[in-house]
């Protein structure tokens, strides 16, 4: 089993929809979680932190549920740059463990 | 924020040929880079961490021999792929960890083709 776990897509959306991504986790010591984004041929970038109280920053809102290990993006009013893959990230005695990641193409 | 950058960012080299790999940590000292492989439509893979005065630390399955990791300065570390092959042709990318906040800082990628 993976140690992070995700849908690949793609996730074919219009602009202006709401789109969720969930993502899970194998090792219950976990310390840390976050959502990356990256595009086609680019390095990932930190599109946010993901908190056991969820947090918002935004369109994005990001929930972690470590008792079921399963951490998840809402993005709501999806824009056309919002296209993209979406990396969930969890980091285990200081190490990040990609998933490969969700595909997201938002159409006009 | 904090810049890493990396050089080349992309490279094609015969097979048998070594390529060394640049991350450089622009704006902050890095006590600890990191070196990651992605290969087409998967995810990142951690390589190896790479300590500043001293050796690096490889994930299970990558060859210390063929990936050689040098991390002389607080700025500065390189990877080398020794001997390259096709197979070793993938998106390196390295980052770099920023203390206080443990962030890590990703580079732009090289991305390397053995032909």
């Known amino acids: 089993r993976k140690e992070v776990e995700q849908d690949p897509g793609p996730f074919n959306v219009p602009e202006g929809a709401t789109v969720a991504f969930n993502c899970t986790y194998s090792?219950?010591?976990?310390?840390?979680f976050f959502w990356y984004r990256q595009d086609c041929r680019k390095e990932p970038k930190l599109l946010m932190s993901?908190?056991?109280s969820g947090n918002e920053d935004g369109r994005f809102t990001a929930q972690l549920n470590r008792a079921s290990q399963y951490i998840s993006l809402l993005i709501r009013d999806s824009k056309l740059s919002d296209s993209a893959t979406y990396l969930c990230?969890?980091?285990?005695?200081?190490?990040?463990?990609f998933g490969t990641g969700t595909r997201l193409q938002v159409f006009p | 924020g904090a810049v890493v950058s990396q050089h080349p960012s992309w490279v094609i080299c015969k097979s048998g040929t070594s390529v060394k790999i640049e991350c450089r940590s622009l704006?902050?000292?890095?006590?600890?880079m990191f070196w990651y492989r992605q290969f087409p439509k998967q995810s990142l893979m951690l390589m190896a961490t790479?300590?500043?005065?001293?050796?690096?630390?490889?994930e299970q399955g990558v060859e210390k021999d063929k990936f050689l990791i040098n991390h002389a300065s607080l700025t500065l570390s390189t990877l080398t792929v020794t001997s390259a092959h096709p197979e070793d042709s993938s998106f390196y990318i390295c980052?770099?960890?920023?203390?206080?906040?443990?962030?890590?800082?990703f580079g732009p990628g090289t991305r390397l083709t053995v032909t």
């Open positions: 993901v908190y056991s």
């Open positions: 790479s300590n500043e005065g001293s050796k690096a630390t490889y």
């Open positions: 090792n219950s010591a976990s310390q840390s």
């Open positions: 980052s770099a960890e920023r203390e206080g906040p443990d962030e890590q800082y």
């Open positions: 990230v969890v980091e285990n005695t200081d190490k990040l463990i």
């Open positions: 704006d902050f000292q890095a006590t600890t």
